[in-house]
């Protein structure tokens, strides 16, 4: 009776076998807990199991006369029988295991066995009900006691603050959180980390840099009337401009329609005020000009002598910025004014970038910086690309794309820089036939980039000319005369404004009007971004590109639409107001569309500071960095560090050059991935810039938010795909334009000095040779810079940064972080708005604040994808043993408890 039969062992075994050999070909199980998986197996058996005992029951049907043969299917059929109940009994066990992991009712740390917990947390509460008043959230922490024997307080991983730089560390001693569930002991915040930043005379104590004083220079003794003179020559100038300009226009020197470069200039919208103000500024650029050239200035007198002269005397004295009276408020204005109450215009949308270095351009004060120090040229920008860059796959071992991803998503809610427009806002063209356009026919703001002779890409089809256009001139904060500047087109504040706008007839036009809702398109029941059929769409039409909020008038933006994975982080955000609106409304039902809408958007903002300075920049400053100059998330109550003198806006060279070293993390290829793993999508990118359809497609949108979180990030490196540097754009054409290249000819264009003065600037010695530099960076990329450029002096500021090594616990090197952790002091210290600052009409309450501080990247993929289930607590970190995928209602995953709003004091009727 006990004989198996050998026709159900085998079974078994075959049951068993192909599932293991598939576990071991899948990159990673994205959805699936191991039980799901011993599921399937057991499904399997149960199914061989019944087809076996089918077979003996037809047997036994048939009334056999051979008694042995009888016993024997008898003997079989009750074991299969047997064999049958014993696997749905496994099968109840499994469903219940996977009931509890998906109630979060499981440990994090299945593989390593919890070390004894010094104090048990509280119980877990139920799941929060929005109806029921707010008591502070259940406290899942308790006090604990580090692997190094300090006292630390329990929680969930990301709500420790130091959980990158000792993430292997603090997992030797897992706590208990709540059932079940375990954290890691955090140590105290207060503890000094190893500090590795070197405390230099030009940062501060807050990380912002202290600009050098201007050098002395000889004042030339300009009268008020040649002053005005240069003004008046200015504004005929400006009229031969315009005059150029239609001309171009009406003879169709434009940039072809569809070409890369009509793409890359797709990505530069400009409103009427942008361009009405880029002319303002062009009549004190054209004047400064003037000057420089009438009066034989010298390069440092056109820079530093020219800003003492006012233009506000001259005739374009009404191209002066004007200012109005502030008052604060509980909400922030959509264009960022006011936000400084005595510097209305700090930060401000339409305003110029800031500059801590002077400019240092050719002829002091508008041309492109073209010649070394001795006079020999500068290499061109894409000779630059392919003698310094390589396309060597250098996948991170630690960091998703999701870090990628956020660092463009905040760009485009930091910085736009809008470039130069042909007449009616037309796209300038500065190449033709592979050659640059004859002088007479040239657009005054082409600055197009030689592509060497024998260039690997380009000579094949005859090009040597990339096309490429100035950035837009913006008029001088100071109203004065001087070098040019550039614009920033949206506020400078992480204030979602690619989200919501900048400007209040964007945000009207992004806004339903009805419970304090954003538009939305509805597919299939599911919320994505509203169509912008006018900017592009599928070949059948069906399917449109999207519209958000970095938008500069009705129709819409196209960097929303410039690669999916951004397209993506903005649906995750569009849906995440939209969820918050309709919970804020349930909990106050008699707020109005505006209070909702403006509460909402409080919100919002707060998760994305908070997402923003709790996980992704310690990544890339690092926890030192972050701690040495207090830009870490507080654990508990206000922060105070609002400093009104502190000008947030954004700098030029954070904009045209340190913050573009994310470029350097892309992939060639985006991932999507179904829910056990298998790729689902594989797209190249230069084939689908201005093409996100893909998420229109079912369950495509969890798809690539698998894809995201679990595709490694390249590394921080001089290592490019080239399908960024060589097929920038390129659709179905046959090259397409190289985003190195374009970085380094933008920090040309805007005169950014070269990489060796930042580093003086930044508290580093000045290499005075090569083999200075050898601390910094390795040997092959000092070569491949020796071989460019003449002198270390000559190196641009692009190029020098992603040179270097990255500092210790940071992404980016020392110059880069030097200049990337300025602009994020400033964009915390001199936002009276920042979400943890105590004591403004704008200021969280301290519930609410805690509240907020539980925010994490993870929690917000987790709400607002379709049916995704699981997710590592870090997002930004790939999952791994340290970092395990949990249920999504895993308390390892925090929840803002909205609750605390109920009965908030809104400051709209
Ligand atoms: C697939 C991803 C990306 C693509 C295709 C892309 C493409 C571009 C292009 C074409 C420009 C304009 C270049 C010029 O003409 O000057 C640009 C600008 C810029 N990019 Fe990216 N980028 C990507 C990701 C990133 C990431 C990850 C970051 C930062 C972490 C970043 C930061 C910037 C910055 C700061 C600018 C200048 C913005 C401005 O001043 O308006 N980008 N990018």
């Known amino acids: 009776m006990t004989r198996i039969p050998i026709a159900l062992l085998v079974l078994l075994l075959l049951a068993a076998a192909p599932v293991r050999s598939q576990q071991q070909q899948r990159p990673f199980l994205t959805e699936i807990f191991p039980e799901q998986l011993e599921q399937q197996q057991l499904q399997f058996q149960q199914n061989q199991v019944q087809v076996e005992l089918q077979q003996v029951q037809q047997a036994l049907e048939a009334r056999p006369q051979d008694p042995e043969l009888r016993d024997s299917l008898l003997q079989q059929q009750e074991q299969f029988v047997l064999a049958f109940r014993d696997i749905q009994r496994q099968q109840l066990v499994l469903q219940q295991r996977i009931q509890d992991r998906l109630s979060g009712a499981q440990t994090v740390l299945q593989e390593q066995p919890p070390q004894p917990v010094q104090q048990q947390s509280q119980q877990p509460q139920p799941a929060p009900q929005v109806e029921e008043p707010f008591r502070k959230s259940p406290n899942v922490e308790g006090s604990c006691k580090t692997v190094s024997g300090e006292s630390g307080t329990c929680r969930p991983l990301v709500s420790c603050l130091s959980f990158y730089a000792e993430l292997p560390e603090l997992k030797?001693?897992?706590?208990?959180?709540?059932?079940?569930?375990?954290?890691?002991?955090?140590?105290?915040?207060?503890?000094?980390?190893?500090?590795?930043?070197?405390?230099?005379?030009?940062?501060?104590?807050?990380?912002?840099?202290?600009?050098?004083?201007?050098?002395?220079?000889?004042?030339?003794?300009?009268?008020?009337?040649?002053?005005?003179?240069?003004?008046?020559?200015?504004?005929?100038?400006?009229?031969?401009?315009?005059v150029l300009v239609t001309s171009l226009f009406t003879k169709r020197i434009l940039v072809p329609t569809g070409s890369a470069a009509a793409w890359h200039q797709e990505l530069f919208p400009t409103t009427n005020e942008t361009l009405t103000?880029?002319?303002?500024?062009?009549?004190?650029?054209?004047?400064?000009?003037?000057?420089?050239?009438?009066?034989?200035?010298?390069?440092?007198?056109?820079?530093?002598?020219?800003?003492?002269?006012s233009i506000l005397d001259t005739v374009l004295g009404d191209t002066c910025p004007r200012t109005s009276f502030c008052q604060p408020h509980k909400y922030r204005s959509t264009d960022g004014s006011c936000n400084n109450i005595k510097h209305e215009l700090w930060g401000r949308a339409s305003t110029a970038l800031q500059r801590i270095l002077p400019p240092k351009y050719g002829d002091g004060v508008n041309s492109p910086r073209s010649r070394a120090a001795n006079g020999s040229p500068l290499p061109s920008a894409r000779q630059v690309s392919v003698t310094f860059t390589q396309d060597v796959d250098s996948p991170s071992e630690n960091y998703t794309m999701l870090l990628m991803q956020w660092g463009q998503f905040?760009?485009?809610?930091?910085?736009?820089t809008p470039i130069s427009r042909g007449q009616m806002g037309s796209g300038i063209s500065c190449c033709r036939n592979g050659r640059e356009i004859e002088n007479s026919l040239r657009h005054p703001d082409c600055f197009q980039i030689e592509i060497p002779r024998n260039d690997h890409m380009f000579a094949p089809f005859g090009e040597r000319c990339m096309e490429f256009v100035r950035s837009l001139p913006a008029p001088r904060p100071e109203c004065n005369f001087g070098p040019r500047e550039q614009m920033n087109q949206i506020t400078a504040y992480l204030d979602g404004s690619n989200i919501y706008g900048s400007s209040l007839s964007t945000q009207q036009s992004l806004r339903t009007f009805r419970g304090g809702t954003l538009q939305s398109q509805n597919i299939r029941g599911k919320q994505l971004l509203p169509g912008n059929p006018s900017e592009c769409s599928d070949d059948t039409g069906r399917s449109a590109c999207f519209k958000a909020g970095m938008c500069i008038s009705y129709v819409g933006d196209g960097r929303v639409n410039e690669q999916i994975d951004l397209a993506l982080l903005h649906t995750i955000w569009l849906r995440e107001h939209n969820r918050i609106a309709f919970e804020l409304s349930r909990l106050n039902p008699r707020w109005s569309d505006e209070a909702i809408f403006q509460e909402t958007r409080r919100i919002i903002i707060a998760q994305l500071q908070h997402i923003t300075y709790n996980e992704f920049l310690p990544i890339i400053l690092g926890r030192s960095y972050m701690a040495k100059f207090g830009l870490s998330p507080a654990e508990s109550g206000w922060a105070r560090n609002y400093d009104p003198e502190l000008n947030a806006g954004i700098t030029n060279a954070f904009a045209a050059a340190a913050y573009r070293f994310g470029h350097t993390l892309i992939q060639g290829n985006i991932h999507g991935y179904g829910k056990f793993g298998n790729i689902r999508e594989n797209l190249v990118l230069s084939k689908q810039h201005f093409a996100p359809f893909n998420l229109y497609k079912e369950g495509a949108l969890d798809d690539f938010i698998r894809g995201i979180s679990f595709q490694s990030s390249q590394n921080f490196d001089r290592f490019f795909t080239k399908e960024i540097t060589d097929h920038l754009f390129q659709g179905n054409l046959n090259f397409g334009l190289d985003l190195v290249a374009l970085n380094v000819q933008r920090g040309r264009d805007h005169g950014l000095p070269p990489y060796n003065e930042w580093r003086q600037v930044c508290g580093y010695e000045k290499a005075r040779n090569w083999n200075d530099l050898e601390e910094y960076m390795d040997p092959q990329t000092i070569t491949r810079l020796a071989r460019l450029y003449g002198s270390v002096d000559e190196i641009d500021l692009y190029i020098g940064g992603v040179s270097e090594k990255p500092m210790k616990d940071a992404l980016v090197g020392p110059t880069f972080v030097c200049i990337i952790g300025d602009q994020f002091s400033r964009l915390r210290r001199g936002d009276r708005f920042f979400y943890e600052e105590g004591g403004h009409p704008s200021s969280f309450d301290q519930v609410q604040l805690q509240e907020l501080r539980k925010s994490s990247l993870a929690r917000l993929l987790c709400d607002n994808s379709d049916d995704m289930a699981l997710i590592q607590p870090l997002a930004f970190l790939k999952p791994s043993f340290l970092n395990q995928r949990v249920a999504c209602a895993s308390s390892s995953i925090p929840k803002v408890d909205l609750r605390a709003w109920a009965g908030e004091r809104t400051a709209v009727p």
């Open 277 to 309: 103000q880029g002319e303002q500024a062009q009549k004190s650029v054209d004047a400064s000009v003037g000057l420089v050239n009438d009066f034989n200035l010298t390069r440092e007198q056109g820079t530093f002598a020219l800003p003492s002269f």
């Open 172 to 242: 030797k001693q897992p706590c208990k959180l709540a059932v079940n569930e375990f954290g890691v002991c955090c140590p105290p915040k207060n503890r000094n980390p190893a500090i590795n930043q070197p405390m230099t005379a030009a940062t501060t104590v807050t990380g912002v840099i202290r600009a050098p004083p201007p050098p002395p220079v000889d004042i030339p003794p300009f009268t008020s009337e040649q002053l005005n003179v240069a003004a008046a020559n200015a504004l005929q100038r400006l009229n031969e401009r315009r």
């Open 410 to 416: 905040l760009d485009h809610d930091t910085t736009h």
